[in-house]
T-cell receptor
Framework: AQKVTQAQTEISVVEKEDVTLDCVYE???????LFWYKQPPSGELVFLIR??????QNEISGRYSWNFQKSTSSFNFTITASQVVDSAVYFC???????????????FGRGTQLTVWP | DADVTQTPRNRITKTGKRIMLECSQT?????MYWYRQDPGLGLRLIYY???????NKGEISDGYSVSRQAQAKFSLSLESAIPNQTALYFC?????????????FGPGTRLLVL
């Protein structure tokens, strides 16, 4: 069965610090997708990234970077030089992607509350 | 305009009342989903629909029903609301291209059942 674990419930940092949010997943599928979503205090869910299981290249987008390691079933998210506006709950999620599968549901972790202090 | 809208954004109701949450999308996606979020539990799937004639239960469908009135509309109903259905409800849509899929979420509906 699919499972996503975000062991860090809350993290607090001071502005300009780097911070890494951990995500560990379990799946029996050989092909799957991993996601990160951001939920700011206003409550909406903002899509940040999708990573395919067959592509282990790390990705950088501005201050955000993602480290996908299949060997350890991890998909960690790093914010460099954090800012107060980064304060939010961040969710890691997993979906299956078998050919012919009709179910693309997302399995979410419980989220990590990140607070960035000025 | 937002691609995925939910109405109402906030709702307070009483135990036993029937309530409907509505979701509309302008993304042209076939797939739509309803999730609920409870503090510390992440999001859990209630129902999902792959097209107008295809509706399926998720992991926590008891106490809920849905209606897919059109490709763009997917409503969630609580036939007889109870306090433990107090939660933040999200609608999501996706367009499955090949085997790739990304879900995009609406702004959420905060529901309080007294």
């Amino acid at each position: 069965a699919q499972k996503v674990t975000q062991a860090q419930t809350e993290i607090s940092v001071v502005e300009k610090e780097d911070v890494t949010l951990d995500c560990v997943y379990e799946t029996r599928d050989t092909t799957y997708y991993l996601f990160w979503y951001k939920q700011p205090p206003s409550g909406e869910l903002v899509f940040l990234i999708r990573r395919n299981s067959f592509d282990e290249q790390n990705e950088i987008s501005g201050r955000y970077s993602w480290n996908f390691q299949k060997s350890t079933s991890s998909f960690n998210f790093t914010i460099t030089a954090s800012q107060v506006v980064d304060s939010a709950v961040y969710f890691c999620a997993l979906s299956e992607a078998r050919r012919g599968s009709t179910l693309g549901r997302l399995y979410f972790g419980r989220g990590t509350q990140l607070t960035v202090w000025p | 305009d937002a691609d995925v809208t939910q109405t109402p954004r906030n709702r307070i109701t009483k135990t036993g009342k029937r309530i409907m949450l509505e979701c509309s999308q302008t993304k042209g996606h076939d797939r739509m989903y309803w999730y609920r979020q409870d503090p510390g539990l992440g999001l859990r799937l209630i129902y999902y629909s792959f097209d107008v004639k295809d509706i399926n239960k998720g992991e926590i469908s008891d106490g809920y029903s849905v209606s897919r009135q059109a490709q763009a509309k997917f409503s969630l109903s609580l036939e007889s609301a109870i306090p433990n259905q107090t939660a933040l409800y999200f609608c999501a849509t996706s367009d499955r291209t090949g085997i790739q899929e990304t879900q995009y979420f609406g702004p959420g509906t905060r529901l309080l059942v007294l």
